[in-house]
């Protein structure tokens, strides 16, 4: 565990706005599929925006789930670095709370409470009109994203087991 832990697993959104919410759907379908061994948490970061930087203290390593504006088609992932996600525009963020979330990572950057390791998994949206709910792209992008976390922690030695 000292090379990558302790871990985070955070997911960021209003789940009351649609596709929104993703991230945090994304980290209840992990919490309820999914048992992660000791030093991984699974954290429920909702609107965080600068209150992220309280979530991530003392984690080694930090994983974000969120959605992304951009030019692709719905259900699009991107994976993210600290330099790219903090380097974004701002028109490329889906909503206020991150807004906060790039200020709360370049502070926890700068001072001792920052994650030595640090990426995010980024999705496309399709719709951010206020609901409950994804919509079916998004929905559809929970198996390839889930591989693509599996794939990546695996190279970190974590390996979740089927059963939450």
């Known amino acids: 565990m000292d090379v990558w832990g302790p871990l985070a697993l955070v997911g960021l959104g209003n789940i009351l706005l649609g596709d929104e919410g993703f991230g945090v759907h994304f980290i209840r379908h992990l919490k309820q599929e999914f048992c992660f061994p000791e030093g991984v948490d699974l954290i429920d970061g909702g609107c965080a925006g600068l209150g992220l930087l309280n979530l991530i203290r003392g984690y080694k390593t930090v994983i974000l789930f969120d959605v992304l504006l951009k030019k692709a ?23 206020a709370h991150q807004i906060g979330v790039k200020d709360a990572l370049a502070l926890a950057r700068f001072s001792s409470v920052g994650p030595e390791k640090f ?25 390839p994203l889930q591989e693509r976390l599996f794939t990546d922690l695996k190279t970190l030695g974590i390996y979740p087991e089927k059963g939450g």
């Open 119 to 143: 990426w995010a998994y980024a999705v496309v949206p399709k719709d951010l009109s206020p609901g409950v709910g994804l919509s079916a792209e998004l929905r559809e992008a929970f198996f």
């Open 73 to 95: 088609p719905p259900g699009t992932i991107y994976v993210l670095e600290m330099d790219a996600l903090e380097n974004l525009p701002s028109s490329s963020l889906a909503s």
